[in-house]
């Protein structure tokens, strides 16, 4: 006999449930269950932050430009999608990037990796940092690793193996810049684990580095060219894997369905899934892929313990200013991918990226495209004072135009705000994630996704999304 068809609704269109309902269908038909699907975006188009446009031959990100290829899903679902061979990595030629330092972009030491050198030489002739600060970096060398398994914050880890300098000058604008966070308040053990397992098997951070630059294949050019090659993105932009998704997903996806909040249904089983509209949909199961302040508010009725939870998650927000010009208007060679900007430098950016330089075709010849980033604890200040776009704009091509030598008006330029979507990922995060996933078992065919529980990244909200999926399909 036929099994009983299922029905499965997705709420968020974002790369998480994207990534959730394609797998929800491609599953359920590897495995012979007669599954409908429906995602529900509030917005009027799916992707979330990832946004691409095309003006006048320029390739414009709204949203994340790239992806890191060393967490496997992103790419595994690219080149399940079909659409590998569109995949473009970062310009060969230039593999490096800047830091402000009182008012002048210094390169990165080549061989320097987010907070400590894997390279000497270059890292000692590097005007970043004092000799004072080189000597405190370079004495972690001798300092003993830490014995207890406690949370520690971003700042005080790189404090403790390396010193206030290499913290301030490097390891905050750079991992801050990924996070768009503090941090002062950052769980190392919920964002870069990767230096805790340094710390245990090699009592050090240098010599981790040191190790992992003589066992490099990748490049004759040590950690900090590899690390530039591990990036990718799509000839025509990022809009490429949200396309194909969707189209993948030809009629499940209902556009402007802001959902008010859900009911389990006590007697049959299930779920009602109730819209802004009044409408009422029933469905057998159900994944949430939205922000956790949104989730919360979804969850309210169903159970307040976990919508608590998840309004435990704080998030920032933040803008990206893409801005064009003429290539003869700069004066700064824009020999690099781009430039970080330390909290002590005290300026509106927090990071810029040379859009056409970082990957080819970004901008017809003879002109330049770049991405300033406005975000955590400046931006949140400016939108309390309600800043406009314009003053974004503004204040984002002041810096940019002091720092670049840039005299003359851009072409154009294009403010992308995004409100409360940077998950923030503090001290005690991976505590409140595990009592977050033990209250979502009392909930039957029910799944969580998104950037609020084990990453940030584009791969991290692909596999969030795909593991949510299996688990629901499991429980038919």
């Not at 769980?187 to 230096?195: C, V």
């Amino acid at each position: 006999m036929a099994r009983e068809q299922k029905r499965a609704i997705v709420i968020g269109g974002g790369i998480t449930g994207l990534a959730a309902a394609y797998r929800l269908k491609r599953e359920a038909k590897n495995r012979d269950i007669s599954l409908e699907i429906t995602l529900l975006e509030a917005s009027d188009r799916v992707g979330g932050v990832i946004h691409t446009e095309h003006r006048d031959g320029f390739i414009i990100e709204h949203g994340p430009d790239a992806f890191i290829s060393t967490k496997p899903w992103a790419k595994a679902l690219c080149e399940e999608l079909g659409i590998a061979d569109k995949l473009i990595g970062t310009n060969p030629k230039v593999r490096r990037s800047f830091v402000l330092r009182k008012g002048k972009l210094l390169p990165v030491p080549e061989g320097f990796y987010m907070m400590a050198p894997g390279a000497f030489g270059p890292f000692l002739k590097s005007p970043i940092f004092s000799w004072r600060g080189k000597f405190r970096i370079a004495l972690d060398l001798f300092i003993s690793r830490r014995s207890d398994i406690d949370d520690e914050s971003v700042a005080d880890f790189v404090r403790r193996r390396l010193g206030t300098e290499a913290f301030e000058r490097i390891a905050q604008p750079m991992i801050g810049g990924i996070y768009t966070s503090d941090a002062e308040n950052l769980s190392l053990k919920a964002t870069f684990p990767r230096f805790l397992e340094m710390e245990r098997e090699h009592g050090s951070i240098i010599k981790a580095l040191l190790v992992q630059k003589r066992k490099a294949t990748q490049t004759s050019r040590g950690t900090s060219g590899a690390r530039y090659s591990l990036f990718l993105s799509f000839a025509d932009g990022m809009q490429t894997l949200v396309d194909t998704l969707a189209e993948k997903l030809a009629g499940c996806i209902r556009l402007c369905s802001y959902v008010n909040g859900i009911e389990k249904k006590e007697d049959e089983g299930g779920w009602r899934v109730c819209l802004d509209d009044g409408e009422m949909l029933e469905t057998d199961l159900i994944c949430i892929a939205l922000p956790a302040p949104q989730t919360s508010r979804i969850l309210t009725n169903v159970s307040p313990p976990l919508a608590k939870k998840l309004a435990a998650i704080p998030y920032t927000s933040s803008a990206t200013v893409n801005i064009a010009f003429r290539q003869v208007d700069i004066q700064h060679p824009l020999n690099g991918m781009g430039f970080v900007v330390p909290i002590t430098e005290q300026l509106n950016l927090i990071g810029c990226s040379f859009s056409s330089v970082k990957f080819e075709n970004r901008a017809p010849t003879k002109y330049v495209l770049l991405r300033a980033f406005v975000g955590g604890n400046t931006f949140e200040g400016n939108a309390n004072r309600n800043t406009t776009q314009i003053d974004l704009e503004s204040l984002a091509l002041k810096d940019v135009s002091n720092l670049l030598g840039i005299k003359d008006r851009p072409l154009f330029s294009i403010v992308s705000q995004h409100s409360q979507a940077m998950a923030q990922y503090l001290v005690g995060h991976q505590k409140l994630v595990s009592e977050i996933g033990e209250l979502v078992k009392d909930l039957p065919s029910f799944a969580l996704a998104g950037n609020a529980y084990h990453g940030i990244g584009i791969p991290d909200c692909i596999h969030s999304g795909e593991r949510a999926a299996l688990t629901l399909l499991d429980t038919i």
